[in-house]
């Protein structure tokens, strides 16, 4: 069935160092791959999202790259600061209504 | 400030009971979704609904129910026939269009007793 895996589940790097979070989706009819940031307690919050006519999107110190071909997509977080620890989400969505969500990256970025 | 709203946020329950779950959201979406999240799993779809009167199943519709009387609110009972209930559950609600963003709820948190 359709699915989205996500790498890793937990990732831990130093304030200033970069962080990379890997998705890998399995319906090559997905179009649209949404980012997602949840902080302990809330609900999920959009960062970032790409369509699928287009390889690369930044936002500040936020990227996101899409490789069709292969069914990757990845998050690249620069220069992390503190306020970055959270738990993020990729997803997939092959369009309809229907979205599918990775397990999720929990961040932690040490100061 | 336009936003959604989940209430309550913490919610006990005793086995065999029903509880409904609120969800309300004024930034005049015509779509709305029910997710829940367990501990290391992604979001999972229970129901969605794309327009006032209509709603479809998702993913992991058996034992919950739903209405869409009114466009601003989607309320989810989890009813004494889901196995496993203790979760976090999430309301979502987008612009009624294909691959667009989710605005999510703070979510509630329940627990079978």
């Known amino acids: 069935g359709e699915n989205v895996e996500q790498h890793p589940s937990t990732l831990s790097v130093q304030e200033g160092d970069s962080a990379v979070i890997k998705c890998t989706y399995s319906d090559s009819a997905s179009n649209y791959f949404p980012w997602y940031k949840q902080e302990l307690g809330k609900g999920p919050q959009l960062i970032i999202d790409?369509?699928?006519?287009?390889g690369e999107k930044k936002d500040q110190r936020i990227a996101v790259t899409l490789n069709k071909t292969a069914k990757h997509f990845s998050l690249h977080i620069t220069e992390t600061q503190p306020e970055d620890s959270a738990v993020y989400f990729c997803?997939?969505?092959?369009?309809?209504?229907?979205?599918?969500f990775g397990a999720g990256t929990r961040l932690f970025v040490k100061a | 400030d336009g936003g959604i709203t989940q209430s309550p946020k913490y919610l006990f329950r005793k086995e065999g009971q029903n509880v409904t779950l609120s969800c309300e959201q004024n930034l005049n979406h015509d779509a709305m979704y029910w997710y829940r999240q367990d501990p290391g799993q992604g979001l999972r779809l229970i129901y969605y609904?794309?327009?006032?009167?209509?709603?479809q199943k998702g993913d992991i519709a058996e034992g919950y129910s739903v209405s869409r009387e009114k466009k601003e609110s989607f309320p989810l009972t989890v009813t004494s026939a889901q196995k496993n209930p203790t979760a976090f559950y999430l309301c979502a609600s987008s612009i009624r269009r294909e691959n667009t963003e989710a605005f999510f709820g703070q979510g509630t948190r329940l627990t079978v007793v």
């Open positions: 790409i369509r699928s006519n287009v």
């Open positions: 997803a997939a969505s092959p369009g309809g209504f229907k979205t599918i």
């Open positions: 609904s794309q327009i006032v009167n209509d709603f």
